[in-house]
């Protein structure tokens, strides 16, 4: 995805927030050390494209069909419901975390079900892959001006 510059690196990061399982810190570590572009630049295209990729799982939840989105995107029904339960319990501030592995994808979906407040979902989901994007920039530039 590196290849194809700007868009390349907004559809690994969008695909990687979404159900499909792949990381988009590698994609945003390849094109930092191997393109031009520039890191804010970088910064920018990667976390829009990660938190509209997150907004995607969030809109799944909100159809409100747990069972068919546990059978149709292969996601532990038990694992929705723990989440929802946290979230329930801890409010929208959890959504904060969706950028994680393995669980965002269905902090996301439990947040959609849940129908937290919108506004605050996308400047929590936006912060959260912000500071990742941030510190992934941030590990590239070190690598690079330390071995390259």
């Known amino acids: 995805m590196a ?3 700007y868009w390349g690196l907004f559809l690994a990061c969008f695909l990687s927030s979404t159900i499909l399982p ?3 810190e590698a994609v945003v570590m390849a ?4 393109t031009n572009i520039s890191a804010p630049t970088c910064l920018l295209v ?9 907004l995607t799982c969030y809109a799944l939840g909100r159809l409100g069909k747990m069972d068919l989105i546990s059978k149709y995107f292969k996601i532990d029904i038990k694992k929705l419901h723990h989440w929802e339960l946290k979230l329930k319990k ?10 994680l592995p393995v669980v ?7 947040a959609g079900f849940l129908r937290t407040p919108i506004p605050a ?5 936006t912060s959260g892959r912000l500071l990742r994007y941030a510190t992934v920039l941030y590990a590239a530039d070190l690598i690079k ?3 390259f």
């Open 145 to 147: 001006t330390t071995f």
């Open 46 to 54: 990667a976390t829009i494209g990660n938190t509209l990729g997150g």
């Open 121 to 125: 979902t996308v400047i929590l989901m």
């Open 90 to 99: 801890m409010g929208t501030p959890l959504t904060f975390f969706s950028f």
């Open 104 to 110: 965002g994808d269905i902090i996301a979906i439990a």
């Open 22 to 24: 792949f990381s988009s």
């Open 31 to 34: 094109v930092a050390m191997t």
């Open 3 to 5: 290849q194809y510059g």
